[in-house]
T-cell receptor, first 114, second 113 residues
Framework: SAVISQKPSRDICQRGTSLTIQCQVDSQVTMMFWYRQQPGQSLTLIAT?????????ESGFVIDKFPISRPNLTFSTLTVSNMSPEDSSIYLC???????????FGPGTRLTVT | DQQVKQNSPSLSVQEGRISILNCDYT??????FLWYKKYPAEGPTFLISISSIKDKNEDGRFTVFLNKSAKHLSLHIVPSQPGDSAVYFC????????????FGQGTELSVKP
């Protein structure tokens, strides 16, 4: 498995502002993903972060709201833009080393929007 | 449309006994299934997985069973330990979906001493 860190671990933000979450992996990985877990809900995939190209977004998620960068094979960022209280969630990055299905998750970023 | 369902939000088991967590899915195209454990304030931890070509996979105290005809899988933990108390998520994936995982809602397991 990989060692994955996320920054910040938690934040409280005002509506209308933006927050950028960082995900760092201790070794190169093929795939990086961003998930959201809303209160009392399951994990939902936001997008696949592609190295050197635009992220692939799932239905219901758009680049303007959740811009993603992946400049190399060990780092990615997710920005939550123009936040509203509905964006209050835990945001998790995950990685997969190769073409296998197992994904390994970071510790998550707990975001509260007031 | 909830493609992966965990119908029991919680389960309480005595230490040393067997814990059985269940998961149902609706999409017959899923070909790989995984179980994750999640403690509060931590990310999910991968536990065990199974390919659709198998019906059982075992790793120590953890065994996953897959019944394709019933579109049902279960995770058995034997013997259960207090440290197993956590939320357990099952997840499913399809070969041509670029690694996308579809998660169930989770089952909170409580193992009592």
């Amino acid at each position: 498995s990989a060692v994955i860190s996320q920054k910040p671990s938690r934040d409280i933000c005002q509506r209308g502002t933006s927050l950028t979450i960082q995900c760092q992996v201790d070794s190169q990985v093929t795939m990086m993903f961003w998930y959201r877990q809303q209160p009392g809900q399951s994990l939902t995939l936001i997008a696949t972060a592609n190295q050197g190209s635009e992220a692939t977004y799932e239905s219901g998620f758009v680049i303007d709201k959740f811009p993603i960068s992946r400049p190399n094979l060990t780092f990615s960022t997710l920005t939550v833009s123009n936040m509203s209280p509905e964006d209050s969630s835990i945001y998790l990055c995950s990685v997969s080393r190769d073409s296998t299905y197992e994904q390994y998750f970071g510790p998550g970023t707990r975001l509260t929007v007031t | 449309d909830q493609q992966v369902k965990q119908n029991s939000p919680s389960l309480s088991v005595q230490e040393g006994r067997i814990s059985i967590l269940n998961c149902d899915y609706t999409n017959s195209m899923f070909d790989y299934f995984l179980w994750y454990k999640k403690y509060p304030a931590e990310g999910p931890t991968f536990l065990i997985s199974i390919s659709s070509i198998k019906d059982k996979n075992e790793d120590g105290r953890f065994t996953v069973f897959l019944n394709k005809s019933a579109k049902h899988l279960s995770l058995h933990i034997v013997p259960s330990q207090p440290g197993d108390s956590a939320v357990y998520f099952c997840a499913a994936s399809k070969y041509n979906q670029g690694g996308k995982l579809i998660f169930g809602q989770g089952t909170e397991l409580s193992v009592k001493p």
